[in-house]
């Protein structure tokens, strides 16, 4: 057996390098070369700083496994049966393999999979992308486009396919004008996203100065906003006392969904995809009486998140654009206290950087 070099979150702000071995793919999977792993924000918030469950989500905390949740990268070697995917081939991997048998699972949301025994996601409960090799199912496999980097592969394994789930949700199109809140890595994605989609205009709301810095940066913004005391009135500033016909939260604080419900439009479609926290609201004046629409969603499926691919592709968008670090595994230590600093765009591993 050969070894290779995985990441750990012992959760107590740090990543350590292990040697693991070189696992072999079994019936149905598939051995990937990892070609980058993108550093998400549950990682830091469940794993990196302290390791958490999500709430209603029993069993679902991190398992001491290799970490990462965001890889793409390239087929090596196929276990017996494996139908779609052969050597050579380019892949994102899709968050969680499912027991691929219940409602969930068959609407190729194997995030919402509901058997426990057989839910597992990659950098939680099994091997994630934070690693020279990953072994993949075969069914949590999609397409990488060869217009596409594994970097963009990376950034489509989750931000991109959460911006886009969250997006399609609210059907946004080119009747519609956009509000982002929280312009992380997720919030950008969305606005690039919502660009190819139709969307007419595109603002954003920041509290970070550094991360509307970036944001304003990147040109996906008619216009970035500061998430400061008088936020609501720059909204009406912007949008003519009007408000946005769709608004999606990113930010995943109480202050952002707030923000998010109180710019949209009458009619408006409010989408939350940012974790954690509260929503507080005032529910007669800001939602009935404007007759809003709120929807929750977590991640994406399969089918979405080949779609999105494809999509960027035609729309001539580079998510890796986003990405302000990209780092060897080696220096993952380093990777980490950069994206927890909150200060950077998408932070990036890649087994090395001369590959
Ligand atoms: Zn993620
Ligand atoms: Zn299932």
Redesign the pocket.
Known sequence: MTAMKGVFLPGDFTAVLRDVEVPTPGPGQLLVRVGAS?I????LSYIYRGHKTHVGQEGAAYKGVVAG??PSGQVVETGPGCRRFGVGDRVIVY?ISGCGRCSNCRRGHMISCSDPERRSAYGWQRDGGHAEYILVEESTAVPLPDELSYVDGALI???FG?AYEGLLRTGVGGRDDLLVVGLGPVGLAAAMIARGLGATRVLGVERSPERAAHARSLGLFDEVLIADDGVAEAVDEATGGRGCSVTMDCSGAAAGRSVAIRGAAEWGRVSLVGEGGRLETEVSDLLLHRQLTLYASWVTSLQAMEELAFRLVRWGASPQRLVTDVLPLEKADEAYRLADSGRTGKVCLVPSLDR
């Open positions: 993108g998400c924000g549950s990682d949740h965001e968050h394994a989750c931000g959460t």
